[in-house]
Every structure is written in structure tokens, then in C-alpha cells.
Nanobody
Framework: QVQLVESGGGLVQPGGSLRLSCAAS????????MGWYRQAPGKQRALVAT???????DYADSVKGRFTISRDNAKNTVYLQMNTLKPEDTAVYYC???????????????WGQGTQVTVSS
């Protein structure tokens, strides 16, 4: 089994910054894509950013130029640096990882429990 544990959420004023972290642990042979998603009240969960094991990244248009995703493969951890935050960034943020537990198995998708980010004055 694999666990993803997020940290770093909280309350921040518009224009401020936050850094989210998500550490994977458990039965891990390799991790392919890692990502961040968010779900605002009354809305569906939506992609924020993804990063491959080689460092290729992809972002939602709404966060390009403000958010940066990165990962530390040695620590099985993915980060999301969020700058110039706006009230519309308020949501529960979830991390996601495609994990292979044994070399001969396919990847399985795991989710973290979510961390609340609130942008308000």
C-alpha cells in the first residue's frame, strides 16, 4: 500500500504565497507522474499541475506563471510553490501519484487526503 501525505495549506492574503508538499511512502518501486489537483466548493476536481519523473511539467492555464511544481525523486516528494495567490485559488488541494509497487506491476493511482488553501483578506 502507498500513502500520500500533504502539508503546507492555510490562510493567506491575496498576493501572498504558499508552498505545498506531498510525500509518498509505503510500497514504492518507482513513481511516474505526480500532480496537484484542486476542488473548490460546488465545483469538480480540476488539474493544477503535473510533473513526470524526468521533470517535464504541465500547468492549467489559470496558474501558469504563478505556480511552480517540482519534485525530489530521492524523497518521493512533490511540491507546489504558489505565488501571487488570488481568491479564486481557494480550494482543497490534492496530490496524486502514479506509483509502481513492484517492477512487474502496472502503475496504480493514489491520492492524498487534501489540504485546504484559503485566499482571503
Amino acid at each position: 500500500q502507498v500513502q500520500l501525505v500533504e502539508s503546507g495549506g492555510g490562510l493567506v492574503q491575496p498576493g501572498g504565497s504558499l508552498r505545498l508538499s506531498c510525500a509518498a511512502s509505503g510500497s514504492i518501486f518507482s513513481i511516474n507522474v505526480m500532480g496537484w489537483y484542486r476542488q473548490a466548493p460546488g465545483k469538480q476536481r480540476a488539474l493544477v499541475a503535473t510533473i513526470t519523473s524526468r521533470g517535464s511539467t504541465d500547468y492549467a492555464d489559470s496558474v501558469k506563471g504563478r505556480f511552480t511544481i517540482s519534485r525530489d525523486n530521492a524523497k518521493n516528494t512533490v511540491y507546489l510553490q504558489m505565488n501571487t495567490l488570488k481568491p479564486e485559488d481557494t480550494a482543497v488541494y490534492y496530490c496524486n501519484a502514479a506509483v509502481r509497487s513492484r517492477w512487474y506491476e502496472n502503475d496504480n493511482i493514489y491520492w492524498g487526503q487534501g489540504t485546504q488553501v484559503t485566499v482571503s483578506s
